[in-house]
Protein backbone atom coordinates (compact mmCIF):
# COMPACT_ATOMS: atom_id res chain seq x y z
CA UNK A 1 0.00 0.00 0.00
CA UNK A 2 1.31 3.61 -0.93
CA UNK A 3 1.36 6.32 1.44
CA UNK A 4 1.20 10.17 1.79
CA UNK A 5 1.13 10.64 -2.36
CA UNK A 6 3.52 12.87 -3.64
CA UNK A 7 4.13 14.48 -7.06
CA UNK A 8 7.20 15.24 -8.67
CA UNK A 9 7.32 17.87 -11.39
CA UNK A 10 10.92 18.80 -12.88
CA UNK A 11 11.99 21.63 -15.84
CA UNK A 12 15.25 22.40 -17.59
CA UNK A 13 16.03 25.82 -17.02
CA UNK A 14 17.29 26.31 -20.95
CA UNK A 15 13.85 24.09 -22.14
CA UNK A 16 12.20 26.14 -25.18
CA UNK A 17 9.70 23.65 -25.72
CA UNK A 18 8.27 23.80 -22.48
CA UNK A 19 9.85 26.90 -20.50
CA UNK A 20 9.75 26.88 -16.73
CA UNK A 21 7.66 30.39 -16.20
CA UNK A 22 4.82 28.31 -18.16
CA UNK A 23 5.47 25.44 -15.64
CA UNK A 24 5.30 27.28 -12.48
CA UNK A 25 1.93 29.60 -13.77
CA UNK A 26 0.64 26.20 -14.48
CA UNK A 27 1.18 25.23 -10.65
CA UNK A 28 0.30 28.73 -9.01
CA UNK A 29 -3.54 27.61 -11.12
CA UNK A 30 -3.88 24.88 -9.01
CA UNK A 31 -3.96 27.31 -6.01
CA UNK A 32 -2.42 24.93 -3.69
CA UNK A 33 -0.18 26.01 -0.86
CA UNK A 34 3.18 26.42 -0.19
CA UNK A 35 4.81 24.29 1.81
CA UNK A 36 8.35 25.14 0.83
CA UNK A 37 9.50 28.15 -0.91
CA UNK A 38 12.64 28.23 -3.46
CA UNK A 39 15.24 26.54 -2.11
CA UNK A 40 18.69 25.00 -4.05
CA UNK A 41 19.20 20.77 -4.84
CA UNK A 42 22.45 19.93 -4.60
CA UNK A 43 24.58 17.16 -7.11
CA UNK A 44 28.18 16.67 -5.71
CA UNK A 45 28.11 19.60 -3.68
CA UNK A 46 27.26 22.05 -6.57
CA UNK A 47 23.67 23.75 -7.12
CA UNK A 48 22.01 21.52 -9.22
CA UNK A 49 18.62 23.38 -9.77
CA UNK A 50 15.72 25.04 -7.44
CA UNK A 51 13.25 23.64 -5.94
CA UNK A 52 9.58 24.38 -4.40
CA UNK A 53 7.07 22.17 -2.91
CA UNK A 54 3.36 22.57 -2.32
CA UNK A 55 0.98 20.53 -0.26
CA UNK A 56 -2.55 20.20 0.77
CA UNK A 57 -4.54 17.37 2.31
CA UNK A 58 -1.93 15.04 2.76
CA UNK A 59 -0.88 15.55 -0.73
CA UNK A 60 2.31 17.22 -2.29
CA UNK A 61 3.81 18.73 -5.15
CA UNK A 62 7.86 19.40 -5.65
CA UNK A 63 8.90 21.68 -8.19
CA UNK A 64 11.79 21.36 -9.51
CA UNK A 65 14.48 23.00 -11.82
CA UNK A 66 17.71 21.60 -13.15
CA UNK A 67 20.41 23.87 -14.29
CA UNK A 68 22.11 24.53 -17.43
CA UNK A 69 19.19 21.49 -18.75
CA UNK A 70 17.47 21.58 -22.01
CA UNK A 71 13.81 19.75 -22.44
CA UNK A 72 15.73 16.53 -22.06
CA UNK A 73 16.48 16.60 -18.54
CA UNK A 74 17.48 13.14 -18.53
CA UNK A 75 20.11 13.46 -21.54
CA UNK A 76 21.29 16.85 -20.66
CA UNK A 77 21.88 16.61 -17.35
CA UNK A 78 21.90 12.79 -16.50
CA UNK A 79 23.24 13.07 -12.94
CA UNK A 80 20.85 15.71 -11.99
CA UNK A 81 18.06 13.56 -13.14
CA UNK A 82 19.06 10.88 -11.62
CA UNK A 83 19.38 12.42 -8.03
CA UNK A 84 15.62 13.97 -8.58
CA UNK A 85 14.39 10.37 -9.54
CA UNK A 86 15.86 9.14 -6.81
CA UNK A 87 15.03 12.21 -4.07
CA UNK A 88 11.53 11.67 -5.22
CA UNK A 89 11.63 8.22 -4.85
CA UNK A 90 13.28 7.85 -1.86
CA UNK A 91 10.30 9.91 0.34
CA UNK A 92 7.54 7.27 -0.54
CA UNK A 93 6.50 5.09 2.39
CA UNK A 94 5.55 1.46 1.53
CA UNK A 95 3.68 -0.77 3.73
CA UNK A 96 4.45 -4.42 2.75
CA UNK A 97 1.40 -7.09 2.91
CA UNK A 98 4.04 -9.44 4.67
Given at each position: ?????????????????????????????????????????????QVAGYQM?????????????????????????????????YGWLDHY??????
Amino acid sequence: MLLSPKISIGSGDHDMTFPYVGTEAWIKSLNVPIESPWNPWFVDNQVAGYQMTYGKNGYSLTYATVKGAGHSVAFNKPEEFSALVYGWLDHYAYISDS
